[in-house]
């Protein structure tokens, strides 16, 4: 186990997971050690061709090679061998807004939260921050999330987040790659975990460094994934919505054939009435596996619970209720259905 340095009261720890960006790694590492001078960072770089270990070695960062490939399988190795009272994670591409970090820790803590996601907002240095198909990916999709995990979330692709020690401890971290941030946001749903979003500014990448994430390829792995979290995490929604559909199915098939036995004695159509049977008994097994699954899942659901309340909650600072001034754009939206919404226009952080 790697340990943080502790502070007087906490330790911090800064995790960068990170693959071959050389061209930002320093900065980031200098940024996020000046607003944290408290917090240790470590650069967790995975298989990286260039010189990002060396780089960020030279820049004060603790380096841990993480030789599994992809987004989330750096996450699952920093989360399980890093020590911490709170975890700040960020990416390695010097996009995101470092003061942002001291506000999200001090949230985190101020209202005992269990994540603090940095929601991106434009920087309006350049236009080059947002390419318009990963803004409209994001905004789909977090609208998408918002709906599947019945929570409030405006960018639910941001790489930028402060996590408790009892969140990071209970996620279970099953994806390897960028849909990573998917099942962060289906771990805190699950388990009923409170989190909030505050603005960051989001850069572009400066020259040298190339954004590992593509548009069409992880979108489409990153709805697949979605799918899949939201069939662990809400079985008999989906199985449900499954046997619903093929209800209507055998209903559109079958009752032309019922109206015709009614009016002739006969089944005229007899392959079509066998496909509306079919079609509707496969409609019950459907509902009956939602029901089978949910069953189980709730004992794994209690489970996780009981392992995120085996771990040690963090106090609180002393002024429990942290104002942070009328200003809305101090904090662009809560978990839950009372949450303010969140920027439209949000980018994508690799």
Known sequence: MISAVPTEEISIAVLVPCFNEAATIAGVVADFSRVLPEATVYV?????????????????????????????SVVRKMFSEVEA????????DGTYEPEVAALMVDRLRSDVLDMVVGARVPSDRDGREYPSGHAMGN??????????????????FSGYRAMSRRFVKSFPATTSGFDIETELLAHASELKLEFCEIPARYYSRPDGSESKLGTYTDGIKILWSALRL???????????????????AALILGVPVIEEFIETGLVLRLPTALLAVALQLIA??????GFIISSVRQVSREQRRLAYLAVS??????????SYGPNPDQLVSESG?????????????R
């Open 139 to 156: 905004k789909f999709f977090s609208q998408l999330y918002s709906a599947m995990f019945d929570s409030a979330i405006g960018d639910a």
């Open 230 to 248: 939201f069939r662990d995490v809400h079985p008999k929604r989906f199985f449900g919505f499954g046997a619903v559909l093929l209800t209507l």
């Open 44 to 72: 967790f770089d995975n298989m990286s061709t260039d010189d990002t270990a060396q780089v960020a070695r030279s820049a004060g960062a603790v380096v841990v090679r993480a030789m599994r490939r992809g987004k989330g």
């Open 85 to 92: 009272d709170i975890y700040l994670m960020v990416d390695g």
């Open 337 to 349: 259905p009372e949450g303010l919404a969140a920027p439209d226009a949000l980018g994508e952080s």
């Open 284 to 289: 019950f097994l459907l509902l009956t596996c």
């Open 313 to 322: 909650m963090l106090r609180p600072i002393s002024s429990s209720n942290v």
